[in-house]
C-alpha cells in the first residue's frame, strides 16, 4: 500500500500481491445511474463487491447514505443490504425450484414482510418490467431476457434505493440487451433510484450512466458525463476507447449547434431583414419575439416582394414550416429531420426559445465517419443563395410593380 500511495504501478507490486482497486475515489449522487467501465482485469467488478461489503477494502472505506460499509459488524452489514442496497448479477442468480413470483419477493421474504404484502409489491413490480403474465412459470421456462427481468424485478422489489448492477446485460443477446438498457432508463425514471452500473461495453456506459467513471489497471483514470469522455478524453488510453463510440448516439444537439446569427426581431421590417441577409450572408432569417423565443423564418424572395409592395412588416411572411429539436436530443434522432429540410436545424428549449441551429454541415462533421441507417451518407445542402450590394440596392429602389426585374430574375437564376 505504501508502494501505491508513493505513485508505483499494479504490475511494480505483483510480487507482493494483486492490487485490484488503487485508490478509486469518486461519489455517486441520489438518482443518477454511475456506470464504472472497463477492460477484463480493470478492477471494476471488485469496486462493486466492496461497494456492499462482499469484499472488505484493504485501505479507505465504503460509504453508504452516511453508513460505513468497511467497518460494519455483521450484523450492520445485513442491514446495509437489506434496506440500501440491492444487487442485479450478470448470470441472474435466480433460485431455480420457485416460480416467478416468489423469485421477485424473495428480497421481502427475508425481510420477513407477510405473504400477501410481499406478492402484491412483486406483482407490481412484474408488471413494470412486462412479465406480469408470468408470474407463475418457473425460471426454466424463460429466455435469458426473462430471466434477467426477473433479476431486476427482484431488486426493484426490495424496494432499496441503490441498486447495483455487475454486468447485468452482458450475458443477452444484443437486440435484447438493448431492450433491457432502454427499459432500465424508463424505470429510472419513473422510480429515480440510484443504479451503479458495472460494463466494459462503452456504447452501454455512454447509453446509460449519467457520469462514467473509466478504469484501468485498478485505477480510475477519468470521471464524467458521456460528452465530457467522448469530447475530451483524459489520455491515450480514454481516447483509444472511444474511438469507435457511435457518437450519433452519445451527442446532443446543444452538444454540436453553432450560435444563430441570422437572427432578427419580429418589430424589424422587411429592409432590415435584407441587409440581415447581405451580412450574414445567407437566404433566411429567424425571427424571434420577447425572450428570444422563436417565431419562424423569413425567405429572401418573400421578403424582397414585400420591399418591392412597400410593406413594412414582416408578418405575413414569417414561415412556421422549419424543422426544430430540443437541445438534449441525440444526433441519430436528428437524421430525419436534417434530410428532409434545407434550412439548418433550430434548437429551441421547452420555452421556444432559440438556443442555437445545426446547419446539416455541422451535423455531419459531428459524426465523422458515421453513416445513417441506410449506409448512405446524408445529403449536403448546397450553399445559401447570396444577395449581392448591387441586388440589395436595386431591390430597395423598386416600386411597387410586382413583375420582375431583371436584377430580381437574375437572383431567381442563382437560386435555381
Do not use: C, W
Amino acid at each position: 500500500m505504501k508502494r501505491l500511495k508513493a505513485g508505483a504501478t499494479r504490475a511494480e507490486v505483483a510480487h507482493s500481491g494483486t492490487a485490484a482497486v488503487i485508490d478509486a475515489s469518486f461519489t455517486v449522487k441520489p438518482g443518477e445511474i454511475f456506470v464504472i467501465m472497463g477492460l477484463s482485469g480493470s478492477g471494476k467488478s471488485t469496486v462493486i463487491r466492496m461497494l456492499n461489503g462482499l469484499l472488505e477494502p484493504t485501505a479507505g472505506d465504503v460509504l453508504v447514505q452516511g453508513r460505513s460499509v468497511g467497518t460494519a459488524s455483521a450484523k450492520e452489514l445485513r442491514d446495509i443490504r437489506r434496506s440500501s442496497i440491492s444487487m442485479v448479477f450478470q448470470h441472474f442468480a435466480l433460485l431455480p425450484h420457485r416460480t416467478v413470483l416468489d423469485n421477485a419477493a424473495y428480497a421481502l421474504e427475508i425481510q420477513g414482510v407477510p405473504a400477501d404484502e410481499r406478492n402484491a409489491r412483486a406483482r407490481e413490480i412484474l408488471e413494470k418490467v412486462s412479465l406480469g403474465d408470468r408470474a407463475d412459470a418457473m425460471p426454466s421456462e424463460l429466455s435469458g431476457g426473462m430471466q434477467q427481468r426477473v433479476g431486476l424485478a427482484r431488486a426493484l422489489t426490495a424496494g432499496t434505493d441503490i441498486l447495483l448492477m455487475d454486468e447485468a446485460f452482458s450475458a443477452l443477446d444484443p437486440l435484447i440487451r438493448r431492450e433491457m438498457q432502454e427499459q432500465l432508463i424508463e424505470l429510472q425514471q419513473e422510480l429515480g433510484k440510484t443504479i451503479i452500473f458495472i460494463t466494459h461495453d462503452l456504447n452501454e456506459a455512454m447509453f446509460l450512466g449519467d457520469r462514467i467513471a473509466v478504469m484501468r489497471d485498478g485505477r480510475i483514470v477519468q470521471q464524467g458525463t458521456a460528452e465530457e469522455i467522448l469530447t475530451d478524453p483524459a489520455d491515450d488510453y480514454v481516447a483509444q476507447f472511444v474511438a469507435d463510440v457511435d457518437r450519433a448516439r452519445v451527442l446532443s444537439a446543444s452538444n454540436v449547434m453553432d450560435k444563430a446569427r441570422a437572427v432578427m426581431s419580429a418589430s424589424a421590417g422587411p429592409r432590415a431583414a435584407l441587409r440581415t441577409m447581405r451580412d450574414m450572408q445567407t437566404s433566411i432569417v429567424y425571427v424571434v419575439g420577447g425572450g428570444r423565443k422563436l417565431l419562424g423564418v423569413v425567405h429572401d424572395r418573400d421578403v424582397m416582394r414585400l420591399v418591392k409592395k412597400g410593406i413594412t412588416t414582416l408578418e405575413s411572411v414569417i414561415r412556421t414550416d422549419y424543422p426544430v429539436v430540443a437541445p438534449d436530443q441525440v444526433l441519430s434522432d436528428l437524421f430525419e429531420s436534417a434530410v428532409e429540410s434545407n434550412l439548418p436545424l433550430a434548437v429551441v428549449d421547452d420555452q421556444q426559445r432559440l438556443l442555437g441551429v445545426v446547419p446539416r454541415v455541422t451535423l455531419l462533421a459531428a459524426l465523422g465517419n458515421i453513416t445513417s441507417d441506410t449506409g448512405e451518407m446524408p445529403v449536403v445542402e448546397l450553399p445559401p443563395t447570396t444577395i449581392s450590394m448591387d441586388m440589395f440596392d436595386e431591390t430597395l429602389h423598386e416600386g411597387t410593380d410586382d413583375t420582375a426585374t431583371p436584377g430580381l430574375a437574375s437572383t431567381e437564376e442563382v437560386a435555381r
